[in-house]
């Protein structure tokens, strides 16, 4: 019976997060970001962008600023993804790494940076609570060390390109 508790919310999980990267590939791959969420990041410390949003997403950048998110958004190097009950958010990092966040989720972007020459770079997302499924891009695939999940209880450390995290942790 235990297992069916962990289960059930898991594959609701990863059909969401199949659901949105099914959705995320068949978008144009050039965002057409709002003047607006451009200025909010500058190139340099802009880590990518919000390619789906489903339902009440919010952004909250390290000022502690929030936002509602849009398809096109830029996403600093610190930023917070707090998405409502029966939401979702897939965002894509410039190393094309792929964040998907289930309902009623918080997942902080701790730190991002990457050098897109050299493909150097790292990843730490903090999941305080709800669920979130990761593709690993450049960074991963070169330096799975650099890339790093925290929850309130464990740090995970990749070992493969594709893994779904869900915690219950209150932030």
């Known amino acids: 019976m235990m297992h069916k508790k962990f289960l059930l919310p898991l594959l609701g999980c990863a059909l969401l997060g199949a659901a949105a990267i099914s959705q995320a590939q068949t ?12 200025a909010t ?3 340099e410390r802009q880590a990518g962008f919000v390619k789906s949003v489903r339902g009440d997403v919010k952004l909250l950048s390290a000022a502690a600023a929030a936002r509602n ?25 410039r190393d094309d790494t792929t964040l998907v966040v289930g309902p009623s989720s918080r997942l902080d972007l701790k730190q991002f940076h990457f050098d897109a020459t050299t493909h ?6 903090s999941l305080l609570r709800g669920s979130m499924r990761m593709i690993t891009g450049l960074i991963g695939k070169t330096n799975p060390d650099a890339v790093r999940v925290e929850t309130q209880t464990a740090t995970i450390g990749i070992r493969g390109t594709d893994f779904i995290v869900q915690t219950d942790g209150q932030p």
């Open 120 to 125: 150097e770079g790292g990843l730490l997302v």
């Open 41 to 43: 990041a500058a190139p």
């Open 69 to 93: 998110a849009v398809p096109g958004d830029a996403l600093a190097s610190v930023d917070r993804i707090v998405t409502g009950p029966d939401s979702s958010a897939a965002v894509v990092l």
């Open 27 to 38: 978008a144009p791959s050039t965002p057409a970001a709002p003047a607006a969420a451009t």
